[in-house]
């Protein structure tokens, strides 16, 4: 039965009680259950004001609980950021790193990101590393080179870290926030792509589920989830809502059960 997950980035929305009640109607819906039941995951990835509540909200129920950063150092002078340590203190196991939106506005590189992905990973947490091309990088063809070289950099900053367990989102940065999802054909591609690039050799990112983010819905998500190569989803957006939230968990119970 393929296993997917489906993993929520809410971004810099939701107040605190926004973000429990939204973690409340997405963890006690029964599709939520029915998913971790059958072997998928769900993770969500609230503001860090509003962590704490959000892993209280899921205490037991079996959905994840993300940061949506974290710093590459254990502590320091370092204002407005926290370690991986804080964010496994308050009790996330995952943390998202390299998101294109800290990449655009906080000048992250990626070797940034490989060493912020190692701290996580020394502080037990599940990395969720992104990668994507800009729009120009597709249109000239260059999408394939621009990973690749992605890739490259977060090998070089996590070093010889071991990951028990971590993941890679493929979000192309034309697709997220916009309305225009890959089509099924491109991510399908650029995802075998990247997994036989990840495979190939005995790197830290051999074996990682690889997760499409960028304007998924609950319109898109089966055909997607369908494809081959691709192991869930970070979904930006749609994630706010939680009737769509929970239709997407449901798109993933479908294709888990077509494929079992
Ligand atoms: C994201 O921010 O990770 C994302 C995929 O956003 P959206 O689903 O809104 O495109």
Same mark, same amino acid.
């Given at each position: 039965m393929k296993q997917l997950t489906i993993a929520g980035n809410w971004k810099m929305h939701t107040m605190p009680s926004d973000a429990v009640a939204l973690c409340e109607a997405i963890v006690h819906h029964s599709s939520t259950a029915n998913a971790l039941s059958q072997g998928h995951a769900v993770v969500l990835a609230p503001p860090l004001t509003s962590l704490a509540g959000v892993v209280a909200s899921c205490m037991g129920t079996g959905v994840e609980v993300a940061a949506q950063d974290c710093h590459a150092?254990?502590? %320091?002078?370092?204002?407005g950021d926290v370690s991986a340590a804080m964010v496994a203190a308050l009790g996330a196991t995952c943390v998202i790193v390299g998101h294109s939106e800290r990449r655009r506005?906080? %000048?992250?590189t990626d070797v940034m990101i490989g060493e912020k992905a190692a701290a996580a990973a020394r502080c037990g947490l599940v990395p969720i590393i992104c990668v994507g091309e800009l729009l120009q990088d597709r249109q000239s063809g260059n999408t394939n080179t621009i990973l690749q070289a992605q890739i490259e950099g977060i090998l070089h900053g996590l070093g010889q870290q071991p990951l028990t367990r971590a993941y890679l989102a493929y979000e192309p940065v034309w697709a997220i926030g916009t309305g225009v999802a890959a089509t099924p054909n491109q991510a399908e591609e650029t995802h075998h792509f990247l997994r036989t690039i990840l495979d190939d %050799?005995?790197?830290?990112?051999?074996g990682v589920p690889i997760l499409y983010g960028g304007s998924v819905t609950d319109k898109n998500a089966e055909e997607l989830f369908s494809?081959?190569?691709?192991?869930g989803a970070l979904v930006g957006?749609?994630?706010?809502v939680a009737e769509t939230f929970v239709a997407i968990i449901q798109a993933a119970i479908r294709v888990g059960a077509q494929a079992a």
């Amino acid at each position: 039965m393929k296993q997917l997950t489906i993993a929520g980035n809410w971004k810099m929305h939701t107040m605190p009680s926004d973000a429990v009640a939204l973690c409340e109607a997405i963890v006690h819906h029964s599709s939520t259950a029915n998913a971790l039941s059958q072997g998928h995951a769900v993770v969500l990835a609230p503001p860090l004001t509003s962590l704490a509540g959000v892993v209280a909200s899921c205490m037991g129920t079996g959905v994840e609980v993300a940061a949506q950063d974290c710093h590459a150092a254990s502590s %320091g002078a370092y204002t407005g950021d926290v370690s991986a340590a804080m964010v496994a203190a308050l009790g996330a196991t995952c943390v998202i790193v390299g998101h294109s939106e800290r990449r655009r506005y906080h %000048g992250e590189t990626d070797v940034m990101i490989g060493e912020k992905a190692a701290a996580a990973a020394r502080c037990g947490l599940v990395p969720i590393i992104c990668v994507g091309e800009l729009l120009q990088d597709r249109q000239s063809g260059n999408t394939n080179t621009i990973l690749q070289a992605q890739i490259e950099g977060i090998l070089h900053g996590l070093g010889q870290q071991p990951l028990t367990r971590a993941y890679l989102a493929y979000e192309p940065v034309w697709a997220i926030g916009t309305g225009v999802a890959a089509t099924p054909n491109q991510a399908e591609e650029t995802h075998h792509f990247l997994r036989t690039i990840l495979d190939d %050799g005995q790197g830290a990112l051999r074996g990682v589920p690889i997760l499409y983010g960028g304007s998924v819905t609950d319109k898109n998500a089966e055909e997607l989830f369908s494809c081959q190569s691709i192991d869930g989803a970070l979904v930006g957006g749609a994630s706010l809502v939680a009737e769509t939230f929970v239709a997407i968990i449901q798109a993933a119970i479908r294709v888990g059960a077509q494929a079992a």
